[in-house]
């Protein structure tokens, strides 16, 4: 994993009295599914007043796509549905997110094992696969890269889903601070 990142969004008006809970979305290459995930939770967040209270950002554990926009089929399918993507950098993760961020998110079964073997003890239990949020029957977020528009599509379909339940979860976390 590379030292490297870059700057990272950040809340304005934040409450005094309330910390900010920052979410990390992660697939191999931050150029797909990550993205998407994040500009899917970005549009959530900011739907149901959230903004001041949830962070949300994304990264890659591969470092092929640095400093990249997403896909353009991936930006595309976002479009269609009425999220922005354009905004979005391609990063990889790096040490210090494991401390920065709260929740870290992998797409798949392999971008989580990569986590893990990366994060001190003491964050593993940041660690989650998105579909763990999900009743979709299926456990990863299949990488889109290699196939059509319909695998594009399918990511849009699974990460509206599980992030509309994982944003439940953070937010009732904070109703119970």
């Not at 990550?34 to 903004?51: C, D, F, W, Y």
């Not at 991936?74 to 990063?91: E, I, M, P, V």
Request: contains cysteine; hydrophobic residues 35%.
């Amino acid at each position: 994993m590379s030292a490297t990142g870059t700057t990272r969004s950040k809340s304005q008006n934040l409450s005094p009295t309330q910390p900010v809970v920052r979410l990390l979305m992660v697939c191999l290459g931050n150029i797909c599914r990550s993205p998407t995930a994040h500009g899917v939770m970005e549009k959530l967040i900011t739907a149901r007043g959230l903004q001041d209270l949830i962070e949300v950002d994304s990264a890659g554990t591969g470092n092929y796509h640095i400093g990249e926009s997403p896909d353009s089929r991936a930006a595309a399918a976002a479009q269609n549905r009425g999220y922005d993507l354009s905004s979005k950098q391609a990063r990889q993760v790096t040490a210090e997110d494991f401390i920065a961020f709260d929740h870290i998110i992998a797409m798949d079964n392999s971008n989580l094992d990569i986590l893990r073997g990366g994060c001190p003890a003491e964050h593993q239990h940041k660690l989650k696969l998105l579909l763990e949020f999900s009743n979709a029957g299926c456990r990863e977020v299949p990488d889109p890269y290699w196939s059509g528009q319909d695998g594009f599509e399918l990511v849009l379909n699974l990460v509206e889903d599980a992030c509309g339940a994982l944003l439940d979860s953070v937010a009732a976390d904070i109703r119970g601070r």
